[in-house]
């Protein structure tokens, strides 16, 4: 996450709006965003309603078994249409902003 909130202004010069969400509360959100300077918006999922939908819950691997996302980002076009997803396993593997940023331009060069 970090990494995005560093080159976050290369997604907005492309007029893309970068967002996480977890199953976390709104106040431990707002919290870890206040820890880590993340100037993007964090939103809570605490019933993993869109988690489900986007089929990125992973069952009983949180803290004490419960819930959480798995590590996963999407683009979604203004449409609504997944235009790219990276999903992993591994919670230390996540997508660098680069490949997010080609996947984002690729998308725009085929419209």
Same mark, same amino acid.
């Given at each position: =996450?970090?990494?995005? /909130? ?29 820890? =880590? ?10 019933? +993993? ?11 009983? +691997? ?36 680069? /490949? ?5 331009? #690729? +998308? #725009?060069?085929?419209?």
């Amino acid at each position: =996450m970090r990494s995005f /909130q560093q080159r976050l202004s290369d997604f907005t010069s492309r007029g893309v709006h970068v967002a996480a969400i977890s199953v976390d509360s709104k106040e431990i959100n707002e919290n870890h965003c206040r820890k =880590m300077g993340f100037t993007f918006p964090f939103l809570s999922d605490a019933n +993993a309603d869109v988690i489900r939908l986007y089929d990125v819950l992973h069952r009983g +691997a949180g803290p004490s078994g419960a819930d959480i996302a798995r590590p996963a980002e999407f683009y979604v076009d203004r449409a609504g249409t997944v235009k790219w997803v990276k999903l992993t396993e591994n919670i230390a593997v996540r997508a660098r902003p680069e /490949q997010a940023l080609s996947a984002i331009d #690729a +998308a #725009a060069r085929s419209q």
